[in-house]
């Protein structure tokens, strides 16, 4: 696997909720995301706060690749989530979601199944140096896709009968658990699955669990996609370039 998982650490907490007051937060790399160089800063003093969606609008606009979701087959809910940046303040990924707005309690709270998917998109790196310029960063690849997606499930994953505290325990373990899977995409865990991207049969890797679906693959286009959801079957959707980030909300 060609990306480091102490890069992919640090990319992945781009990918998980931010906890709602009354939600429990797991720990792990899911909540670092608020520490690193895409993390909400205070405004300086004086100066009108940034609505948080204007913020996530600009960080998409700034990447120099493009970005995906499902195609227009898909005729529900579209939303921005996150974005990855590197040390320098680069894009390097970003997910967009479709259907409900996924939560770890949802289901548990609620009593119905949530039906959602995010499709993360990785700008596809070669080798190289770092910003400080001290060292050289590994090419991502779709494992790093499959990494991802997998820790951004088990984001929004919370085992019945579980309290916090064992929750974290739990998510330690699983996200070890998903590092290991996105190694090894050849692995007998996973399957392939052909899907349209942009119109053209693409194979992702695929695989299931009890809490959803994860799938990771590459598109002609320049970028690695990775998604995952719940209560929406993978074996339907499409993927197609965004061509206007306005028909997310």
């Known amino acids: 696997m060609e990306t480091t998982r102490s890069s992919l650490v640090g990319a992945q907490t781009a990918e998980a909720p931010a906890a709602a007051p009354d939600q ?5 790399p899911h909540t670092e995301a608020h520490t690193g160089p895409g993390a909400e800063t205070q405004p300086p003093e004086g100066s009108a706060p940034v609505p948080a969606a204007r913020r996530t ?5 700034a990447a120099d690749f493009p970005w995906y979701g499902l195609d227009g087959a898909f005729t529900g809910p579209r939303r921005l989530m996150q974005v990855g940046t590197a040390a320098d ?8 979601g479709h259907g409900d707005e996924p939560s770890a309690r949802g289901e548990l709270a609620t009593g119905e199944k949530e039906r959602f998917a995010v499709v993360i998109t990785v700008a596809s790196n070669p080798l190289r140096r770092s910003s400080d310029g001290t060292g050289v960063l590994e090419a991502t690849s779709v494992s790093s896709a499959a990494w991802l997606a997998g820790s951004g499930l088990l984001a929004y994953s919370w085992p019945g009968q579980m309290d916090h505290a064992l929750r974290d325990d739990w998510l330690d373990q699983q996200t070890e658990a998903a590092w290991e899977l996105a190694d090894d995409l050849d692995g007998e865990d996973w399957s392939t699955l052909s899907l349209p991207v942009d119109g053209e049969p693409t194979t992702f890797h695929y695989r299931e669990s009890e809490f959803g679906w994860v799938l990771a693959g590459s598109t002609g286009n320049g970028v690695h996609l990775g998604a995952y959801g719940r209560g929406m079957s993978a074996y339907g959707l499409g993927f197609a370039a965004i061509t206007d980030l306005g028909t997310y909300e």
């Open 24 to 28: 429990e937060p797991g720990k792990g």
């Open 57 to 61: 609008a600009e960080g998409f606009l």
């Open 89 to 96: 303040g680069t894009v390097e990924h970003g997910s967009t």
